[in-house]
């Protein structure tokens, strides 16, 4: 077995007794989580949680790629992964591997698919509030500042649409939808890895079925804070959806 081929096994098995042989003293290793300086610290930073997590798909390997006094070879990763794998270039005295620098590569751009929200994303929308993962909303006032603020009623309305309830119809959010209308929303779930962005067009609704529907496909917390209905029900017209969930990444375009 050769360094580079001990120096895969190990970073995908954790075998550091396979590959230790073939570092020498000195060797530095240099990765997007973190630096590492001798033997001991570069067979430490074979156990990155991080990394052995996203090779733990088990990824393709490219064959090796000599050049001058580096080798480089890269992991591959499925589709569905977050990037689309790590680059390894290492270089040597003699035998032994003196540095290996490890650089996660960045993901393809994802091929636009038509602008329908799946059951997955309304699932996480609709559950945001209750998932302690609630959604933000970015809006822009007349003088061009951006406003970020969590909102709890956030949920899917239609196949390319999310509403909200704002309980304050003077608030900065309805206040200022008729003259800027773009708005950003934003989902996160550490615990999963989704996240999903959506930007759109918003708007006030005054027609009594549309604040029935958005009031009350509210979350009950939210309802019991405005129980007299005194809001304003507010429409996002959706143009772009983007982000990432377990079924792999997602980029939506309106038509």
Same mark, same amino acid.
Request: aromatic share 8%; glycine share 8%.
């Given at each position: ?151 709890? *009623?956030?949920?899917? $309305?239609?196949?390319?649409? &999310? @509403?909200?309830? +704002?309980? !304050?119809? =003077? ?20 615990? *999963?890895?989704?996240? $999903?962005?959506?930007?759109? &067009? @918003?708007?006030? +609704?005054? !027609?009594? =079925? ?46």
């Amino acid at each position: 077995m050769t360094a580079v081929e001990a120096y895969q096994n190990a970073i995908v098995t954790g075998d550091e007794d396979g590959i230790a042989g073939y570092l020498t003293g000195d060797v530095v290793v240099e990765s997007n989580f973190g630096r590492a300086e001798g033997t001991e610290a570069a067979l430490a930073l074979l156990r990155e949680p991080r990394i052995a997590g996203l090779l733990a798909a088990g990824p393709h390997w490219t064959e090796p790629a000599e050049t001058g006094d580096t080798i480089t070879v890269t992991a591959q990763l499925p589709d569905t992964a977050p990037f689309s794998g790590v680059e390894f270039v290492f270089r040597f005295a003699g035998a032994k591997i003196s540095r290996v620098e490890q650089q996660i590569l960045p993901a393809a751009p994802v091929p636009p698919a038509p602008l329908r929200l799946t059951d997955e994303i309304n699932s996480a929308v609709n559950g945001a509030l209750d998932n302690q993962t609630p959604m933000m909303i970015a809006y822009s006032d007349d003088s061009g500042e951006i406003h970020l603020s969590y909102r709890g *009623t956030i949920q899917a $309305y239609s196949d390319d649409q &999310l @509403a909200l309830w +704002a309980r !304050d119809p =003077e608030g900065g959010l309805p206040r200022h939808l008729a003259a800027h209308p773009k708005v950003t929303l934003f989902y996160h779930d550490p615990k *999963t890895r989704t996240t $999903y962005t959506f930007y759109g &067009l @918003a708007r006030t +609704a005054d !027609d009594l =079925e549309t604040r029935t529907v958005v009031f009350g496909n509210s979350h009950p917390r939210e309802q019991q804070m405005d129980f007299r209905r005194r809001g304003v029900a507010i429409i996002v017209d959706l143009d772009r959806v983007e982000g990432r969930a377990a079924s792999g990444r997602v980029l939506m375009l309106r038509g």
